[in-house]
């Protein structure tokens, strides 16, 4: 009977074990603050990568004729062109791309001229929660948080300015940030106001946020893919 419930708390306590490392995966804390390399001053100094979704011109200077406009980034992140077919284009600058167009050309053409510009940016940015009125937002390149939530009508008189989540899609999951807003708009810290990139979803509280999981019930898991989240806890 002793062996017996002893066994019992070692299988008890294993359980928790796994349970406990279980719920760290999937709710693992990431940096809970902003840091200084996602704020739209340090976005002014990075090259912008052609993104999914993006719709692309390329000019070709010396035969015009194959000049094409609107070209979309496919999800697989290609794009197609006559004579060359299939090119990667997401995750590379305008300037790689062209480049490697005019290597991709140099087979058909004599000493190709090729530009690519980025036509419209692809994707949207969603603001929820204590603001004028909960939206998508276009994306466009330089886009903050606090630009973001003005163009929904700003904070209402319920919102939370120290507790803003910045939740952003990684390749696997979603990560969530704390944003100190009202330090940006004070002056203090303008590293909080950071950069959005497509598809990040700005959602501003009444107050803090104590329940993770409650919000992600509430809120992630009904308007978002259902991927595993990862958001900080307060």
């Known amino acids: 009977m002793v062996r017996h419930r002893a066994r019992l708390l070692r299988h008890g306590a294993v359980a928790a074990g796994l349970l406990a490392v279980t719920v760290g995966c999937a709710f693992k804390a990431p940096p809970g603050r902003a840091s200084s390399d ?87 940015v969603y603001v929820g929660g204590e603001v004028g009125k909960p939206a998508s937002v276009k994306f466009e390149e330089g886009i903050t948080a606090l630009q973001a939530i003005q163009s929904v009508g700003g904070f ?47 959602f501003v509280p009444k107050s803090r946020i104590a329940n993770v999981n409650l919000l992600v019930e509430q809120y992630i898991s009904k308007n978002l893919p259902q991927i595993p989240i990862s958001l900080p806890v307060f």
């Open 38 to 124: 996602m704020s739209a001053v340090s976005l002014d100094r990075q090259p912008y990568h052609i993104r999914v979704g993006d719709e692309l011109d390329v000019r070709f200077y010396k035969t015009p004729e194959l000049n094409v406009e609107k070209v979309p980034v496919r999800t697989d992140g290609m794009i197609s062109l006559d004579l060359v077919g299939e090119v990667q284009a997401a995750g590379l600058s305008t300037d790689e791309l062209s480049a490697n167009l005019r290597s991709a050309y140099s087979r058909e053409l004599e000493d190709p001229r090729i530009a690519v510009i980025i036509r419209e940016f692809g994707g949207n």
């Open 156 to 202: 209402n008189d319920k919102a939370s300015l120290e507790n803003v989540i910045l939740i952003r899609r990684t390749s696997q999951r979603y990560e969530g940030y704390r944003l100190f807003l009202k330090e940006a708009l004070e002056g203090d810290d303008y590293n909080q106001d950071v950069a959005l990139q497509p598809n990040d979803v700005v």
